[in-house]
């Protein structure tokens, strides 16, 4: 997988809505430096691809130095790896067709390759996670967002364009919610953070059943799994729900792919059995028959820095070497 270099040493880069995070990686995945800022602070891309190649070259040089850096990789929302932009992102402030991969190389001056953000998480999972030495697995991030990445034969399926796997776009109600995408009913608008508290909020207006949920001023996933646990019935009504809504939508997906696991990461995925416990069971009734009973249910035991810098370190190492200096 890691191309021959006498360099030992990449950068990972997570671009995430609250914060970019970078870090020294080496080949053994052991994390030498990290830091991070907050991502919103720079809503021009220029500003903000000059501010990270600078916050990058200080981190390489406080620890060890630029030249033993061999590459960089960036995980984003929206991101692309076959075009290395970011492509008309509905959260990211930069719109259009941002081709970050270009910006950094040319301040940086060094390989740079950019992904999805489900992309680089898959990643993670196959080199330092629960998708070591597997083939054939799909790993859906459950949080802000909805995306996933499905590996074949041990090797990502970008498609012809970079944008395979966009799971969390797929339409599971023509009369649906809208979405950021444009589309209507997408998967997203259900299971990721916002649609999920967004069914809570519609349930609380439709009935008046007393809930913990009523109290909070700002709810979020976490509490309502905590409702969840102090036995509120309307917030377990609300994991159940969208546990089967996941559930359907995942099971066509596995249909076409036939996945040895599906791997879940990020916020919703630490939901546990409030919401994988329907999921799971709308899954066995949706799959193709001779599936059923044969996909396993993971979720990923890395932590988010783990997902998101580690992933994008090993999409540094597979980017080829590059150096203006040469």
């Avoid at 990290?34 to 070259?57: A, G, M, W, Y």
């Avoid at 692309?80 to 008309?88: A, P, S, Y």
């Avoid at 998480?121 to 799909?138: C, N, P, T, W, Y």
């Avoid at 509120?232 to 066509?252: F, H, P, Q, S």
């Amino acid at each position: 997988m890691f191309q021959h270099t006498s360099k030992r040493r990449v950068v990972g880069v997570n671009i995430g809505l609250d914060a970019t995070s970078y870090a020294i990686v080496d080949v053994r995945g052991n994390v030498i430096a990290q830091d991070e800022f907050p991502t919103l602070e720079h809503p021009n891309i220029s500003e903000f691809v000059t501010f990270l190649s600078e916050k990058l070259v200080e981190l390489m040089e406080l620890n060890g130095g630029y030249d033993t850096i061999r590459s960089v990789g960036v995980g984003v929302l929206s991101g692309n790896f076959v075009k290395g932009c970011i492509e008309h992102s509905p959260s990211l402030p930069w719109k259009g067709e941002v081709p970050l991969a270009s910006m950094l190389r040319d301040q940086l001056g060094m390989a740079v390759a950019v992904g999805n953000n489900a992309h680089v998480r898959a990643l993670g999972e196959q080199v330092f996670g629960k998708a070591h030495g597997m083939s054939d697995f799909i790993v859906i991030t459950l949080g802000p967002g909805l995306g996933s990445c499905v590996f074949s034969n041990g090797r990502p399926h970008l498609g012809h364009e970079g944008f395979a796997g966009e799971i969390g776009h797929v339409c599971v109600n023509p009369n649906g919610r809208k979405c950021g995408c444009g589309g209507q009913g997408c998967l997203e608008t259900y299971c990721a953070e916002e649609g999920i508290v967004l069914s809570a909020q519609k349930m609380m207006n439709r009935t008046e059943k007393p809930s913990l949920l009523r109290y909070y001023d700002m709810l979020t996933v976490p509490l309502i799994v905590e409702a969840c646990e102090q036995g509120d019935e309307l917030a377990r009504e609300v994991m159940r729900r969208t546990g089967e809504i996941l559930g359907m939508g995942i099971a066509n997906y596995a249909s076409v792919a036939n996945p040895e696991a599906i791997i879940f990461t990020g916020t919703v995925s630490r939901s546990g059995h409030w919401l994988f416990d329907s999921a799971k069971q709308a899954f066995e009734e949706n799959v193709f028959h001779n599936m059923r009973g044969k996909i396993k249910f993971l979720t990923s035991t890395l932590t988010d820095m783990e997902q998101n810098v580690l992933g994008a370190s090993v999409l540094a190492w597979q980017v080829k070497e590059y150096s203006l200096f040469k």
